[in-house]
């Protein structure tokens, strides 16, 4: 039979990339259809899928703590109701239950305490388990209406789902539940500034220590001037400012912390008053189709919002790494390893696949538009949706030409715009393929498969001329004829010559990636199971590790250079 849990350790198993979102759906309809056999779905996946017994132990070990906190909610609920606890003194026991490496139940601590009689928590964890069971039923029909689809989304958007994550504050969010963190943190304040004044005094900050947080700007502050006055800002909104990554013609990005503590953020903003009507109005639609977005290959929108002083503004995490540029670049002529390759080219293509099922068009994907974390992880962050559209043009602006400015100069990347864009053609997740069959061509050669001087000339190119081969391009190298037919199709002249979609290049990109690995082994035998995930597991061995030395969040600047 199955149950909640199932899906839960499903969406845990995908979010961890232990399990793909495939496989993890087609074993939940099994479960659900009772052809499994006796087992949950962990059992199951970790027999199907030969998985690492340490991946397993962390998978259960994630869907026990979402449990936990689960019950652990709806307890909190029932018990605000039924008893006449201040919020403030059960927010502080609870705060201190969450930041322990293991989780002991609210209920228990206060009978220890003497402050709940045992009879009464019995009770109370009845209804929270009968509330469940209610809540239950409902879940499992959303979840079959919709072909557990579900799963593909991150039960906690923007984690790697570490122990500290699992809190009440972090997966439920009733009303009662915001009390109790707006209490929470009330509670950490108090205790934060009680030490500061029992605290000595502390020297005199070098010259070189962090600024002042400044206040936030009161309504009806005076509008910012210019991008001069932009630079020094100490504080947007709530967050604190710690970098400036850098300042384009009308908007800047920043490196900062939110009321100065916690996470590092990235911070995005546009002055107003230098920006244009066409360019306001495609921050702001930016801003309306990240918040639409979820996924762990995609950079996640964390906060936007605008300033008195005439800023429009949008918040993601601060991440350490390199724009897929700089690899490339530093790669040269040989282009990036094959492992690199299918790794960093999978995690692109699935996040490509989710957006376009929103029927978002990124229309503006370069190697700049795409992060690779540090650390050897080779994550990838997709971003800059400055020129994103619906591929129904239903959103505000219809069609507009997004390559060239109001006076009809070329803008963007010009060589990775589809045909269809620069002729202001209909567009759908098909525009965004052929951007992605240059981006692989790029990666695997260090070349551009179509190159011109000038940015008129590419546009001519993408319209009439064919691309390299990857044999004409680097010719000492036996390339894989079906990588040769991929890439073809994917920089087709038309959208009908093209797949039609990202899920359909990424079947075809599986079934040349033994091929393509082989080329990077020589006679070494590669397994014929997976090669995907092979490929992942050699990156690591294949490119160098990387430290997190910097913020390469240059590609976020997107359209504020001007």
């Given at each position: 039979m199955l149950r909640t849990r199932d899906v839960m350790a499903a969406k845990i198993a995908v979010q961890l990339q232990v399990v793909g979102a495939d496989d993890a759906r087609a074993l939940l309809r099994a479960l659900d259809a009772g052809q499994a056999g006796a087992g949950d779905f962990v059992n199951h996946a970790a027999t199907r899928f030969r998985l690492d017994p340490r991946l397993v132990e962390t998978v259960r070990h994630r869907a026990a703590l979402y449990e936990h906190v689960r019950e652990e909610a709806v307890f909190l609920r029932l018990l605000e109701r039924a008893m006449g606890f201040g919020r403030d003194s059960v927010a502080t026991l609870l705060a201190q239950l969450e930041a322990q490496p293991h989780r002991r139940r609210l209920g228990e601590a206060l009978v220890r305490a003497g402050r709940l009689p045992p009879e009464k928590d019995k009770e109370l964890q009845r209804q929270a388990r009968a509330s469940i069971e209610q809540d239950d039923a409902r879940i499992m029909d959303r979840y079959r209406q919709e072909d557990f689809a579900g799963v593909m989304k991150p039960l906690i958007r923007g984690s790697r789902l570490d122990p500290a994550d699992f809190k009440i504050s972090t997966l439920f969010r009733s009303k009662e539940t915001r009390a109790l963190v707006d209490q929470i943190d009330l509670q950490a304040l108090r205790e934060e500034a009680r030490r500061a004044r029992e605290a000595p005094a502390p020297p005199p900050a070098p010259a070189a220590a962090a600024p002042p947080v400044a206040t936030p700007s009161p309504a009806g502050a005076p509008a910012l001037a210019g991008m001069d006055q932009v630079s020094k800002l100490k504080r947007i909104a709530d967050y604190t400012i710690v970098e400036v990554l850098g300042v384009g013609g009308m908007g800047a990005v920043f490196l900062g912390q939110k009321d100065g503590r916690g996470?590092?953020?990235?911070?995005?903003?546009?002055?107003?008053?230098?920006?244009?009507?066409?360019?306001?109005?495609?921050?702001?639609?930016?801003?309306?189709?990240?918040?639409?977005?979820?996924?762990?290959?995609?950079?996640?929108?964390?906060?936007?919002?605008?300033?008195?002083?005439?800023?429009?503004?949008?918040?993601?995490?601060?991440?350490?790494?390199?724009?897929?540029?700089?690899?490339?670049?530093?790669?040269?002529?040989?282009?990036?390893?094959?492992?690199?390759?299918?790794?960093?080219?999978?995690?692109?293509?699935?996040?490509?696949?989710?957006?376009?099922?929103?029927?978002?068009?990124?229309?503006?994907?370069?190697?700049?538009?795409?992060?690779?974390?540090?650390?050897?992880?080779?994550?990838?962050?997709?971003?800059?949706?400055?020129?994103?559209?619906?591929?129904?043009?239903?959103?505000?602006?219809?069609?507009?030409?997004?390559?060239?400015?109001?006076?009809?100069?070329?803008?963007?990347?010009?060589?990775?715009?589809?045909?269809?864009?620069?002729?202001?053609?209909?567009?759908?997740?098909?525009?965004?393929?052929?951007?992605?069959?240059?981006?692989?061509?790029?990666?695997?050669?260090?070349?551009?498969?179509?190159?011109?001087?000038?940015?008129?000339?590419?546009?001519?190119?993408?319209?009439?001329?064919?691309?390299?081969?990857?044999?004409?391009?680097?010719?000492?190298?036996?390339?894989?004829?079906?990588?040769?037919?991929?890439?073809?199709?994917?920089?087709?002249?038309?959208?009908?010559?093209?797949?039609?979609?990202?899920?359909?290049?990424?079947?075809?990109?599986?079934?040349?990636?033994?091929?393509?690995?082989?080329?990077?082994?020589?006679?070494?035998?590669?397994?014929?199971?997976?090669?995907?995930?092979?490929?992942?597991?050699?990156?690591?061995?294949?490119?160098?590790?990387?430290?997190?030395?910097?913020?390469?969040?240059?590609?976020?600047?997107?359209?504020?250079?001007?």
């Open positions: 996470e590092y953020c990235a911070i995005k903003v546009m002055l107003n008053q230098a920006a244009g009507k066409t360019e306001l109005g495609r921050f702001r639609r930016e801003l309306a189709l990240m918040a639409r977005i979820d996924h762990p290959n995609v950079l996640a929108l964390l906060d936007s919002g605008d300033t008195p002083e005439g800023l429009t503004y949008l918040v993601v995490p601060a991440l350490a790494g390199k724009e897929l540029r700089a690899h490339i670049d530093a790669a040269g002529a040989a282009g990036l390893t094959p492992p690199l390759v299918i790794k960093v080219f999978k995690q692109v293509l699935e996040g490509m696949d989710a957006v376009h099922r929103l029927g978002i068009v990124h229309r503006d994907l370069k190697p700049e538009n795409i992060f690779v974390r540090a650390g050897g992880e080779e994550e990838v962050k997709i971003m800059d949706f400055g020129l994103a559209k619906l591929a129904d043009g239903a959103d505000e602006g219809g069609q507009e030409d997004c390559f060239r400015s109001d006076a009809g100069e070329v803008v963007g990347s010009p060589a990775y715009i589809a045909p269809e864009s620069i002729t202001n053609d209909a567009i759908d997740a098909r525009t965004d393929i052929y951007s992605l069959g240059i981006i692989l061509f790029e990666m695997l050669t260090g070349k551009l498969p179509l190159e011109s001087e000038t940015a008129q000339g590419y546009l001519g190119q993408h319209l009439v001329c064919p691309p390299l081969t990857l044999a004409e391009a680097q010719p000492g190298r036996r390339w894989p004829q079906a990588l040769e037919d991929l890439l073809a199709r994917m920089m087709g002249k038309t959208k009908d010559e093209r797949p039609a979609s990202c899920a359909e290049v990424l079947e075809a990109f599986r079934g040349v990636a033994v091929p393509l690995l082989r080329m990077d082994v020589g006679s070494k035998e590669v397994p014929t199971v997976a090669p995907i995930e092979v490929a992942a597991a050699q990156a690591a061995a294949a490119q160098p590790k990387q430290e997190p030395g910097g913020w390469g969040f240059k590609g976020l600047m997107g359209r504020l250079r001007r």
